[in-house]
């Protein structure tokens, strides 16, 4: 499938502050994809630098087959994208400012413009300067997703969003990648990622951690087991941060080990087991403290 | 007890805070105070050395009303300070009053619309502290000033008890500005509404003034600060009562303020904010068409304050311009004010000083995409079809355009007003338009700079102000000041041509095509360097 982002080695520098030390990203097309890292990552200054606003300092960028900061008027007219931190102008109504900005985006659709005010419940007359944060944020959401393109970039998306507005979010989300669209959308949110992104990459200062899909990324993740056996077993190969207490025993168990470590087990009498493939938080800690360790 | 003090140290500490925040901005007003009446005081001795040249001075004043009702009463020909708070009192106070009004209104209703009082709030402090601690940097730049006036004027003109009932007049009537402002700002809701009022009260205030000493209905005067400026009658008859009143009416209006701000809910305003549009109109569909959207509220407010501060200038100008003719001791104060040429004509000397008011346009507009930038708008906006160019053209299509149109307004309010008054001159039309618009070019120049730094960082945009600043320093003061004549060559403003035009008019086509340059470079600095910067 051919990649509507892919950053190779990208360095960027802010005068002595290296941003983005060597950071590759492959987004395919069709692609749900997360951008995962704590604050101060580098997620925005991907973004920055996937839009042209940016120039890098070294490596390779393309975005719909294009370097978006030559070739800038032809990368955005099939984009659109949401800012994590903006202060929009205060004395334009809601509906003027999603109409004004849908406009000079491709494809602003205007029954689709009215549906999504509708299920964000917005009330579109009142002044930017009397909406709460969740509303602005609305704002800036309806004005991309109103827009009929091929790729969406959403920065923090569902930040000032209540649970039931960040549930509209993931469903449109749904609709756009049911359509074959591309979305990269950067979070420190793991469970919004793990809603609405079937592919995520981790980045922590300014380098790629770890991409993959979910599911793969599980895979190459330890499980967390937790067997109370009638004899106590030994550690088998695969087992880490082995605690025994009593007839339980809790193991963080390497994936590919899994069946061999089972099939010994049964020999010491399984008595109960529980099994929990790791959240997205767990990984994120764990490449974290790996990180920090090498 | 001890909750007591700790609010009322919570409370210091906001004060501190707020000052701290604008320092520098006071220290220079202060120092500009100083600077403004050592100078002009030292201007009188040479203009007018002898006891009897300064009678015949207040005599030729009797015959220009306009200027009285400009300055005031001329009360003390005789004294240096006499004339020199004459000079400068009123004019100061009313712009400085402007500025105090700012100052004010960014420390109350700014934070109120930033959501910041709420955090300040949260603390110790009870609703009133946002207003008690958001007067309190004016109200320390207004004393500060009045004080610094009367240490300039003593030391330079002597008699110190007048010289201290000046101060007195100026920090009261300064202090009296910044408690109406804590009202404004509690009942307008967005700061540059509240700004916009502000400004409206003090020249309100001033023009009733004028009125009042021309039509010599001194009622009138005696209603506002600037009137009661007059009645303290510095090295006249030295009325400690009229310095003082302006302190009593700013307690009483300070009490309600903060009576008011105990007894509503922070951040609520009398205006209330109307609904907006469903939809935009349909025009609202280009990067030019949302540029003028977004700004159309500030330009439409510039031209309204110019047209009427050109009616305004027209009035005075249309009356003094045939006393001058008759009358060369003026001729000579204005020729000495304008250039030094003793042909300027009265009008000239005000478009002069209009134009370079008109300047301030093209900067308060260009700065605007900085404030877009600083806010991550400029980001949203890159990130539709529109592009960097297009952006930056967009403003500049404004300030090309509007500088026409603003110095058009200004000529032709003083022209058509001062026409009117002086029905022997039918051209006054016309020579109010060419003589505002001999000045465009320079006025060109100074937006073609201003975008210029605009465009290689957001964070240089406050030079665009520095540069108006230098203009009017070197342009309107180097004169009084003696500054050495070279400096005046460093304002645009020096090469425009005078009205009617007769020789050639090269420096401004030069001028013309040097601001071309500038923006098109411009064009190319924001379009190769990194957003936001």
């Given at each position: 499938m051919p990649s509507v982002i892919a950053l190779e080695n990208v360095v960027k520098n802010f005068g002595s502050t290296r941003a983005l030390d060597g950071l590759s990203l492959q987004v395919a097309e069709g692609q749900s994809h997360g951008l995962l890292g704590p604050n101060g990552a580098g997620k925005t200054t991907s973004l920055r630098i996937l839009l042209g606003l940016a120039a890098v300092d070294s490596g390779t960028v393309s975005v719909l087959g294009a370097d978006p900061w030559k070739d800038t008027a032809q990368v955005h007219s099939r984009l659109a994208y949401v800012p994590g931190d903006v202060v929009l102008w205060p004395n334009l109504s809601g509906g003027e400012f999603i109409d004004a900005i849908g406009r000079m985006r491709s494809g602003f659709n205007i029954e689709r413009r009215n549906d999504l005010v509708e299920a964000f419940e917005l009330q579109p007359k009142t002044k930017i300067r009397a909406y709460s944060k969740g509303n602005r944020q609305k704002l800036t959401l309806i004005a991309a997703l109103a827009c009929d393109v091929d790729l969406y970039l959403f920065d923090e998306p569902t930040d000032g969003l209540d649970p039931i507005m960040a549930e509209v979010f993931r469903q449109q989300v749904h609709h756009l990648t049911a359509l074959g669209r591309s979305v990269l959308l950067s979070s420190h949110v793991l469970a919004e990622v793990e809603a609405v992104c079937d592919q995520v990459s981790i980045i922590r200062t300014g380098r790629l951690v770890e991409s993959g899909s979910l599911s793969q990324m599980r895979h190459l993740s330890r499980t967390q087991l937790i067997v109370t056996l009638q004899d106590m077993a030994p550690d088998l190969p695969g087992m880490h941060d082995v605690q025994r207490d009593g007839h339980v025993l809790k193991a963080a168990v390497d994936a590919p080990s899994i069946p061999d470590i089972m099939g010994s087990l049964v020999s010491y009498g399984i008595e109960a087991i529980e099994v929990r493939t790791p959240t997205l938080e767990e990984m994120f800690l764990q490449h974290y403290r790996d990180d920090d360790g090498s | 007890m001890s909750t007591v003090i700790t609010s009322s140290s919570a409370w210091l500490a906001l004060a501190r805070f707020r000052l701290r925040l604008d320092r520098l901005r006071i220290a220079s007003w202060?120092?500009?105070?100083?600077?403004?009446?050592?100078?002009?005081?030292?201007?009188?001795?040479?203009?007018?050395?002898?006891?009897?040249?300064?009678?015949?001075?207040?005599?030729?004043?009797?015959?220009?009303?306009?200027?009285?009702?400009?300055?005031?009463?001329?009360?003390?020909?005789?004294?240096?300070?006499?004339?020199?708070?004459?000079?400068?009192?009123?004019?100061s106070v009313l712009m400085i009053g402007i500025v105090i009004v700012f100052l004010v209104i960014r420390h109350t209703r700014t934070d109120m619309s930033a959501s910041r009082t709420d955090l300040i709030l949260s603390g110790r402090l009870p609703r009133r502290s946002v207003i008690s601690?958001?007067?309190?940097?004016?109200?320390?730049?207004?004393?500060?000033?009045?004080?610094?006036?009367?240490?300039?004027?003593?030391?330079?003109?002597?008699?110190?008890?007048?010289?201290?009932?000046?101060?007195?007049?100026?920090?009261?009537?300064?202090v009296l500005f910044a408690a109406i402002a804590s009202l404004i700002a509690q009942a307008v809701n967005s700061s540059r509404g509240a700004n916009g009022i502000g400004v409206l009260v003090v020249s309100l205030a001033f023009v009733l003034t004028a009125i009042g000493n021309t039509r010599d209905v001194s009622a009138l005067a005696e209603m506002t600060p600037f009137g009661w400026m007059a009645k303290a009658s510095p090295y006249a008859q030295d009325m400690w009562g009229w310095a003082v009143l302006p302190f009593l009416v700013a307690g009483v209006v300070m009490a309600v303020s903060l009576a008011v701000a105990s007894g509503r809910d922070v951040g609520s305003a009398w205006t209330t904010e109307g609904l907006g549009r469903e939809r935009a109109p349909a025009w609202l569909s280009h990067p030019q068409a949302l540029i003028w959207r977004v700004d159309r509220g500030v330009i439409v407010g510039w031209f309204i304050g110019i047209f009427a501060m050109a009616l305004f200038m027209g009035y005075f100008s249309g009356s003094l311009t045939e006393i001058l003719a008759e009358n060369p001791?003026?001729?000579?104060?204005?020729?000495?004010?304008?250039?030094?040429?003793?042909?300027?004509?009265?009008?000239?000397?005000?478009l002069v000083f209009a134009a370079l008011g008109a300047a301030g346009f093209p900067i308060s507009i260009l700065v605007r995409t900085a404030v877009d930038e600083n806010e991550g708008r400029i980001e949203l906006m890159l990130s539709t079809r529109m592009s960097r160019?297009?952006?930056l053209r967009a403003r500049l299509a404004e300030v090309v355009v509007g500088s026409v149109l603003l110095l058009m307004v200004v000529g032709m309010g003083v022209g058509v007003v001062s026409g009117f008054f002086t029905d022997s001159r039918p051209s006054a039309?016309?020579?109010?338009?060419?003589?505002?618009?001999?000045?465009?070019?320079?006025?060109?120049?100074?937006?073609?700079?201003?975008?210029?730094?605009?465009?290689?960082?957001?964070?240089?945009?406050?030079?665009?102000?520095?540069?108006?600043?230098?203009?009017?320093?070197?342009?309107?003061?180097a004169p009084l000041m003696n500054l050495p004549s070279w400096t005046e060559r460093l304002s645009p403003y020096w090469y425009s041509p005078e009205w009617p035009i007769t020789g050639d008019v090269w420096q401004s086509i030069a001028m013309t095509v040097a601001s071309a340059v500038l923006m098109a470079m411009s064009f190319i600095v924001f379009a190769r360097r990194r957003i936001p910067h």
């Open positions: - | 202060v120092i500009a105070g100083v600077v403004l009446t050592a100078t002009v005081a030292s201007t009188w001795d040479s203009l007018y050395p002898t006891a009897q040249e300064r009678v015949d001075f207040a005599a030729t004043l009797q015959a220009a009303p306009a200027l009285t009702a400009l300055l005031g009463p001329l009360q003390a020909p005789t004294s240096t300070g006499g004339l020199t708070t004459w000079r400068v009192g009123g004019l601690s958001g007067v309190v940097p004016a109200m320390v730049m207004s004393i500060g000033i009045g004080a610094a006036c009367a240490l300039a004027l003593g030391a330079s003109a002597g008699g110190w008890i007048s010289a201290g009932i000046y101060g007195l007049s100026v920090a009261g009537s300064l001791q003026m001729a000579e104060l204005i020729a000495r004010l304008s250039h030094g040429e003793p042909s300027a004509t009265f009008t000239k000397l005000i160019v297009q952006l039309l016309s020579d109010g338009i060419g003589l505002a618009m001999v000045s465009l070019p320079a006025v060109w120049f100074i937006a073609a700079l201003t975008a210029l730094i605009v465009a290689i960082s957001p964070r240089l945009a406050w030079l665009g102000w520095l540069l108006l600043a230098w203009c009017v320093v070197v342009g309107e003061l």
